[in-house]
C-alpha cells in the first residue's frame, strides 16, 4: 500500500535517511484499544469497546538517531451496554485526550525504513459516562498523569511525505464513582485502571536537516 502511495505522489521511494536538525510534522488515524475495567455490582466488567483514534505529532531531530518533540491524541472510544442492577441496562461512553512530551530512538537512521522506540509523559482528560432510561446513572470528568510507550517505523515517499506505522500503549488513570441509586435501584461502580494500546498509521512531512 505505502509503495503504491509512493506511485500516486510521481515516483519512487525517496531517501529515508534521518538527519540532525530535520522536522516532521504527522498526521495519526487508526484505533485506541481501551483497558478499561470497572467493579460493577462486584463483577470486574468492561467498560469500553475500541474505536477511533486521531492525533497530531511534531518532532525535531537532535541526532540521527535522537528526537524529542509533542503529540496529542484524541481516542473516541466505542459504547458499551452493561447490566447495573434491577434490571437496568447502563449505557457507557468514554473518551480519552492526551497530550505528551515525547523522545524517540530511531535505530537505523541511514536505511530506507526507519524503526523506532518512542515514550512520553504529560497529562490525559478523561471522560466517562453511563445512562439508563432513568436518567444518567453517573458522569465524571477528571484529569491525570500520562506516560506511554511503543514502537514504529516509517519511511519516506516523493517530496519529503512520511508515512509509517506506530503502536503504543498508554496509562490514562483511574478514578471512582458511584452511581445514583435513585436512577439505577442500587448498583456500585468503581473503575480500576485504564489504559489502552493505540495503533495508528502516519502521514506526515519532513523539512530542514540536511
Known amino acids: ?121 504529560g497529562l490525559n482528560e478523561n471522560s466517562l459516562k453511563a445512562t439508563v432510561p432513568a436518567g444518567t446513572a453517573f458522569s465524571g470528568n477528571w484529569a491525570s498523569p500520562a506516560y506511554s510507550v511503543g514502537a514504529g517505523v516509517e519511511t519516506v515517499l516523493p517530496h519529503s511525505i512520511i508515512a509509517g506505522l506506530e503502536a503504543r500503549w498508554r496509562y490514562i488513570g483511574t478514578e471512582s464513582y458511584a452511581m445514583n441509586p435513585a436512577i439505577t435501584g442500587g448498583g456500585n461502580f468503581s473503575p480500576g485502571g485504564w489504559s489502552e494500546l493505540a495503533i495508528a498509521a502516519r502521514l506526515g512531512y519532513r523539512f530542514g536537516g540536511k
Open 1 to 121: 500500500m505505502i509503495a503504491a502511495l509512493a506511485a500516486a505522489l510521481g515516483g519512487s521511494f525517496a531517501s529515508a535517511e534521518v538527519t540532525a536538525g530535520e522536522q516532521i510534522v504527522n498526521l495519526d488515524l487508526g484505533t485506541g484499544i481501551p483497558f478499561l475495567k470497572g467493579i460493577i455490582n462486584q463483577s470486574p466488567t468492561s467498560l469500553a469497546n475500541p474505536g477511533f483514534l486521531i492525533g497530531g505529532q511534531y518532532i525535531y531531530q537532535l541526532t540521527p538517531h535522537i528526537g524529542v518533540g509533542a503529540d496529542i491524541d484524541d481516542s473516541m472510544y466505542g459504547s458499551a451496554d452493561i447490566g447495573v442492577g434491577s434490571g437496568q441496562t447502563a449505557h457507557f461512553t468514554s473518551n480519552h485526550l492526551g497530550v505528551e512530551a515525547m523522545g524517540r530512538y530511531v535505530f537505523m537512521p541511514q536505511s530506507q525504513w526507519n524503526p523506532y522506540l518512542v515514550a512520553g509523559v
